[in-house]
């Protein structure tokens, strides 16, 4: 007989929602999976191809502690699941500008690993998952037995599916489902900024244009082979990308952000850009673009949702309006959870930040250092905002 206490709700299919459903799956957990799309990796995880490496600081910093973390289990994740040349393939890079030299670094199809993860939790039993299906608001209301139970409703007013426990896991979606409708979160205290961006590719032949890729102002994939590329795509592509363009939500492909790719390119390969440009002209360029989602200061938000307006609350009776607060002491919405905002890196950050979530769920003690943990705290922000005067916010509810 299922523990119905042990059943969470996903939203969102990506990287991060396919973790996280893998994740609790493998603890025992009965997941429903909803996304708006018609599959899975339909986002930003669609992806043609990515690259998987770790960022590198001169002094370690929260996101180069956390993306060496990242990689390694990333890589192992794909070779556990998925064969080599079917999503993924070994590589090194040449690091023209930052940190510059020769790295190991790995190409990736994201969709493989979120299709593996998905299959992972359905042979697991753990898994049932509602495609066309956009969550438009959440409420809780509390059981008999003091826990809480989530609901999950669609535009039409229908209750889509109900748990006691839900993983926000749908990017910059998470923002509209949790602080539109009077979510229960405040938009100043879960600050999601949207970064479109555009790869330019082509189907390859011949011998490729440069021996390895090559980063520099973006990275250029000379060559990358894959069995499992969609069939609307060759099997075999060179790629260059992605621009980066802060505040734009649309995922149009355009003539201009091919041209800031040739741009990148010159500095990279110039063969490749004149390439690049004599296929946009003859009209044979492909390009794939997506929306990112980035947190105001570019770390994932891994963790219970705070509940801003009980801590104001807490503060202004407590008469403590400017002392620290420590974030182990914010009240949290019970059940309720975020995995998002793993900005231009979700192939390196997403299944370890869902690993930590699912333990955290399931209250298994982490061995992470908790500075890294609570850099990724999504009450980090609600913090900062709380002990700022005059940013109370209007009160906020479910139900
Ligand atoms: C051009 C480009 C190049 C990139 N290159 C790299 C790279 O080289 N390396 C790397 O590591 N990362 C790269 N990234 C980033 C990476 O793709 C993302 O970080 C990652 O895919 C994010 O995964 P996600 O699951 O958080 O979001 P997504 O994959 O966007 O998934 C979010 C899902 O939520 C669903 N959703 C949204 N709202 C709702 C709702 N209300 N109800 C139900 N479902 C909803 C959406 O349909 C979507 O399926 C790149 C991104 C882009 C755009």
Redesign the pocket.
């Known amino acids: 007989m299922p523990d119905a206490r042990r059943h969470a709700l996903v939203?969102?299919?990506?990287?991060?929602?396919?973790a996280a459903t893998a994740s609790l799956a493998r603890r025992g957990w009965l997941v429903t999976l909803?996304?708006?799309?018609s599959g899975?990796?339909?986002?930003?995880?669609?992806?043609p191809?990515?690259?998987?490496s770790p960022h590198i600081t001169r002094t370690p910093t929260p996101l180069s502690r956390l993306s060496a973390l990242g990689v390694a289990h990333t890589l192992a994740e794909l070779q556990r699941l998925v064969p080599q040349g079917s999503g993924w393939q070994a590589c090194e890079v040449d690091n023209l500008g930052h940190d510059p030299g020769r790295w190991p670094a790995t190409l990736?199809r994201?969709a493989a690993l979120v299709h593996a993860w998905l299959e992972e939790a359905h042979a697991l039993g753990g898994l049932t998952h509602r495609w066309n299906?956009?969550?438009?608001r959440l409420s809780s209301a509390a059981n008999n037995d003091t826990s809480t139970r989530w609901k999950a409703w669609d535009a039409q007013g229908r209750c889509v599916a109900e748990a006691p426990v839900v993983v926000v896991?749908?990017?910059?979606?998470?923002g509209?489902?949790l602080t539109g409708n009077a979510g229960p979160m405040s938009r100043d205290d879960l600050p999601l900024n949207p970064?479109?961006?555009?790869?330019s590719l082509g189907p390859q032949w011949g011998a490729p244009l440069a021996e390895r890729p090559r980063r520099n102002d973006g990275?250029y994939v000379p060559s990358y082979q894959d069995e499992g590329l969609p069939p609307t795509w060759p099997g075999a592509i060179w790629a260059m990308?992605?621009?980066f363009e802060r505040g734009l939500r649309d995922t149009t492909v355009t003539a201009e952000a091919h041209e800031r790719n040739a741009r990148s390119l010159e500095t990279i390969e110039p063969a490749a850009a004149q390439h690049l440009r004599s296929e946009l002209a003859e009209n044979r360029l492909l390009g794939?673009?997506?929306?990112?989602?980035a947190s105001l200061d570019r770390l994932p938000l891994v963790g219970a949702a705070p509940n801003a307006e009980a801590l104001r609350q807490r503060l202004a009776a407590a008469r403590l309006g400017r002392q620290r607060v420590a974030l182990a002491d914010v009240p949290r919405w019970p059940g309720l959870h975020l995995?998002?905002?793993?900005?231009?890196?979700?192939?390196?950050?997403?299944p370890w930040c869902a690993a930590q979530l699912a333990a955290q769920i399931d209250g298994e003690p982490t061995d992470v250092d908790p500075t890294l943990m609570a850099a990724l705290d999504p009450a980090r922000f609600a913090v900062k905002n709380a002990r700022r005067p005059g940013t109370a916010q209007q009160p906020v509810t479910t139900g």
Do not use: E
């Open positions: 939203i969102g299919a990506g990287l991060a929602g396919a909803l996304d708006a799309s899975p990796a339909h986002g930003a995880s669609g992806l191809v990515g690259m998987l990736v994201p299906t956009a969550v438009q896991a749908a990017a910059l979606g998470s509209d489902l970064v479109k961006g555009q790869m990275v990308g992605s621009t794939w673009s997506q929306v990112r989602c995995l998002c905002a793993m900005g231009s890196r979700g192939i390196t950050l997403a």
